[in-house]
Structure formats: C-alpha cells, structure tokens
Nanobody, 123 residues
Framework: QVRLVESGGELVQAGGSLRISCATS????????MGWFRQAPGKERSFVAA????????YYTESVKGRFTISRDNAKNTVYLEMNNLKPDDTAVYSC????????????????WGQGTQVTVSS
C-alpha cells in the first residue's frame, strides 16, 4: 500500500523558516513528479510547488517564489519543502502528492496524497 507521510509542520513566527518533509513508501518514488499543496482554513486547496522525477525542474506558485524551495532525495524516497520568510498567509495544512507521467499544478493529476501537516505562522 502506497503511503505518503508528511512531518515537520509547527507554529512559527512571521519571518521565520521551516522545512517540512514527506516520506513515501511502496511507491516507485524516482518515477513520480512530487508536489506540495496547501489548504488554508475556509479556502480551496491550492498548488504550492512541484519537482520532476529527477529533480532537474521545479515549479512554484507565484506567491512563494523566492521564499520556498522544493527538493527531493530519491535515495530516501523523500521530498522536502524549505520555507523561508514565512508570512501569516502561509498558514495552512500542507500536503504532498505524487503524480505519474505528468508535471502539473492541478490536484486532479496527482495519484497519491498524504494526510498533511499543519503550518501556522503567527504575526
């Protein structure tokens, strides 16, 4: 059974940094595009970042460009999201997802999802 498990979410002050992780199992990890999505209270889930299977290409939503960095370790079957200069608007549940054969910002293209980790940014 494929599993994606996020970790590392916590309460941080505005301007602070945080790295969240997503460990996968029973997934041919190195063949999947990995993405991060977030859902803030009362809002729809939205795309944050994605990384191709090799790590050669990355994509970000405009609001996090220059602040967030997505990376992956194919030997550890894990994807990361480094978040700097965090803002209260970044408060959300962050979920990782895996997509086979596509690079996409659309949730519908992702085959597997984790349960999410809460990131809260205080002002």
């Amino acid at each position: 059974q494929v599993r994606l498990v996020e970790s590392g979410g916590e309460l941080v002050q505005a301007g602070g940094s945080l790295r969240i992780s997503c460990a996968t199992s029973q997934l041919d990890f190195k063949t999947y595009t990995m993405g991060w999505f977030r859902q803030a209270p009362g809002k729809e889930r939205s795309f944050v970042a994605a990384i191709t299977w090799s790590g050669a290409s990355t994509y970000y939503t405009e609001s996090v460009k220059g602040r967030f960095t997505i990376s992956r370790d194919n030997a550890k079957n894990t994807v990361y999201l480094e978040m700097n200069n965090l803002k209260p608007d970044d408060t959300a549940v962050y979920s990782c997802a895996a997509a086979l054969g596509v690079v996409s910002a659309e949730a519908v293209h992702y085959n597997y999802w984790g349960q999410g980790t809460q990131v809260t940014v205080s002002s």
